[in-house]
T-cell receptor, first 113, second 109 residues
Framework: DAGVIQSPRHEVTEMGQEVTLRCKPI?????LFWYRQTMMRGLELLIY????????DSGMPEDRFSAKMPNASFSTLKIQPSEPRDSAVYFC???????????FGPGTRLLVL | SQQGEEDPQALSIQEGENATMNCSYK?????LQWYRQNSGRGLVHLIL?????REKHSGRLRVTLDTSKKSSSLLITASRAADTASYFC?????????FGQGTRLTINP
């Protein structure tokens, strides 16, 4: 298996623009997680899905952030409109049961100017 | 919060020495996991220890768990330059996995 795949790997955009991050989890994994990592706040869980259904989105910072999982092999995290404080590395991870080993993608490094 | 807190925040040792990192948490857990993150990369799972286990080994890694003290330690023996990375503990309680802030380990040649 290729592991968790994320795209793009790097994104530079201007404030106010829409940003879409993409993730393909490991085949057969029922759980998908979106994290954000910054120096100041560390690794934060934004939202996670079970069988394509959002289970907990309490970590989503505000309404500008939205996430979808239309099928078992694809998820998106969208920021609209983007702001400079959204600059961070965004990771997608997948797992079987949620408390077991999580497999992380390489991350998307987002810079909002 | 059940968030794990790693100690120390940064550790610098000579190649060949052993490195020990500690993690403390606040609430009961089902398991505790350690992950490694190389600069600019995603997190990689190292080892998982369940609440009814006290010690676990994997290659040069040794993890202990003391649920009475709500603490865990990760020992890396005979360190190598390639072990330079950040190490995170993550606790699994009710549902989510909650990550600590990490220990930045530097192995000097």
């Amino acid at each position: 298996d290729a592991g968790v795949i994320q795209s793009p790997r790097h994104e530079v955009t201007e404030m106010g623009q829409e940003v879409t991050l993409r993730c393909k989890p490991i085949s057969g994994h029922d759980y998908l997680f979106w994290y954000r990592q910054t120096m100041m706040r560390g690794l934060e869980l934004l939202i996670y899905f079970n069988n394509n259904v959002p289970i907990d989105d309490s970590g989503m910072p505000e309404d500008r952030f939205s996430a979808k999982m239309p099928n078992a092999s694809f998820s998106t995290l969208k920021i609209q409109p983007s702001e400079p404080r959204d600059s961070a590395v965004y990771f997608c991870a997948s797992s079987l049961p949620p408390g077991e080993t999580q497999y992380f993608g390489p991350g998307t490094r987002l810079l909002v100017l | 919060s059940q968030q794990g807190e790693e100690d120390p925040q940064a550790l610098s040792i000579q190649e060949g020495e052993n490195a020990t990192m500690n993690c403390s948490y606040k609430t009961s857990i089902n398991n505790l996991q350690w992950y490694r993150q190389n600069s600019g990369r995603g997190l990689v799972h190292l080892i998982l220890i369940r609440s009814n286990e006290r010690e676990k080994h994997s290659g040069r890694l040794r993890v202990t768990l003391d649920t009475s003290k709500k603490s865990s330690s990760l020992l890396i023996t005979a360190s190598r330059a390639a072990d330079t990375a950040s190490y995170f503990c993550a606790t699994h309680g009710a549902q989510k996995l909650v990550f600590g802030q990490g220990t930045r380990l530097t192995i000097n040649p």
